[in-house]
């Protein structure tokens, strides 16, 4: 059986992260915006990590983070850890940016790195990392609870 075709791998996990976002009720500040997008990476990292360990997630979400940051060159600021990205000195510069870029931004890194994920393990942690997604509720990040 041939493999699907790229955008067929993008469009699912872009509709996966399409799905998620819609499920917001609200429109987040760019504060809670962040949170939810911080809390989402964070969940997919520890999922990740299960099946891949630190040196490959690390080495994929680099490449991920840099074809981001040519992209959308704010994204320069976070920083690639043991642990998953920080978001600190991107916390303190969110107020500057535009909240639909940022959206956007986050957007692309978080559909991109389901994407990679999903073509590098043959879409075996794909349902898995959809879920974990799912997960992520914005009256969590409201209430300032970490999943």
């Known amino acids: 059986m041939p493999n699907p075709p790229k ?15 819609e499920t917001w009720s609200a429109t987040p500040t760019r504060t809670e915006l962040l949170d939810l997008f911080e809390r ?6 520890r999922r990740a990590h299960l099946s891949l360990g630190e040196i490959t997630l690390m080495a994929i979400v680099d490449r991920v983070l840099h074809d981001g940051t040519e992209r959308y060159p704010h994204l320069a600021v976070l920083k690639l ?10 916390r303190q510069s ?8 940022l959206e956007e931004s986050l957007t692309f890194l978080l559909g ?11 879409e075996i942690l794909t349902p898995a990392l959809h879920a974990e997604l799912h997960r992520v509720r914005p009256e969590e990040a409201k209430k300032g609870v970490k999943v």
């Open 7 to 21: 955008t067929t791998e993008r469009s699912s996990h872009t509709e996966a992260v399409r799905t998620w976002r």
């Open 40 to 45: 989402a990476l964070d969940g997919l990292w």
């Open 81 to 90: 850890e043991t642990s998953g990205l920080n978001f600190g000195e991107l």
């Open 94 to 101: 969110v107020q500057a940016l535009a909240e639909t870029l």
């Open 112 to 122: 991109e790195l389901l994407r990679v994920l999903g073509t590098l393990t043959g």
